[in-house]
């Protein structure tokens, strides 16, 4: 069985200060990772994913995420927080090879960035 | 590219009447689509995979008789909502995969706010 557990279901930075949003995952299998963020009344927007090339995986909108075999972990940071990066982001693990490409969701963390 | 539609964006119903959402993969195909579910400051709960020309995979729990999933073309998935009740109301999101992309990619849709008075 799969599952990921967002450890913070909100977190608050200033304008300017690095990001950080902590995932970890179960997986039974080599995971595919992705990280998700969804600013209200909008549609689900994938910003990185993580399918077993390199460790260190570069998103879009400044955004990056280390995978972390030995701590099953795959945070999302990002080094200078901006005004429109507030929302919802959801960390996601998918079953490697498996037909269905299921995801399975963590319960999100809410991004607020004081002025 | 890679854009997924859904129909309407807000729906407000009464309890016992049907509602249909639409899921439209809008410049690709998609054999396989999935709709979820999400309640108020809640994640996303996949509800089923739909697949064209076949019947959907639903997820233990979800009534298939009530959450009626018809896929009849590469490009279009319905999800009807029957005899809805007010613990129907909810956030349902779409997302399609890309028969041409490499595996695991989902694109989704802006999601349907579903309300049962």
């Known amino acids: 069985a799969q599952s990921v557990t967002q450890l913070d279901s909100h977190v608050s930075v200033s304008e300017g200060t690095p990001v950080l949003l902590r995932c970890n995952y179960s997986?039974?299998?080599?995971?595919?990772l992705f990280w998700y963020v969804q600013h209200p009344n909008k549609g689900l927007q994938l910003l990185l994913k993580?399918?077993?090339?390199?460790?260190l995986v570069k998103g879009i909108n400044g955004f990056e995420a280390e995978f972390k075999k030995s701590e099953t972990s795959f945070h999302l940071t990002k080094p200078s927080a901006h005004m429109s990066d507030a929302a919802e982001y959801f960390c996601?693990?998918?079953?490697?090879?498996?037909?269905?490409?299921?995801?399975?969701f963590g319960t999100g963390t809410l991004l607020a960035v004081q002025p | 590219g890679a854009v997924v539609s859904q129909h309407p964006s807000r729906v407000i119903c009464k309890s016992g009447t049907s509602v249909k959402i639409e899921c439209r993969s809008l410049?690709?195909?998609?054999?396989?689509m999935f709709w979820y579910r999400q309640f108020p400051k809640q994640s996303l709960m996949l509800m089923a995979t739909?697949?064209?020309?076949?019947?959907?995979?639903?997820e233990q729990g979800v009534e298939k008789d009530k959450f009626l999933i018809n896929h009849a073309s590469l490009t279009l998935s319905t999800l009807t909502v029957t005899s809805a009740h007010p613990e129907d109301s909810s956030f349902y999101i779409c997302?399609?995969?890309?028969?041409?992309?490499?595996?695991?990619?989902?694109?989704f849709g802006p999601g349907t706010r579903l309300t049962v008075t």
């Open positions: 997302s399609a995969r890309d028969d041409r992309a490499i595996l695991y990619e989902q694109y």
């Open positions: 997986s039974s299998y080599s995971p595919s």
């Open positions: 993580y399918t077993s090339a390199a460790t």
């Open positions: 996601v693990v998918s079953d490697l090879g498996g037909a269905t490409n299921k995801l399975i």
């Open positions: 410049d690709f195909q998609a054999t396989t």
């Open positions: 739909s697949n064209e020309g076949s019947k959907a995979t639903y």
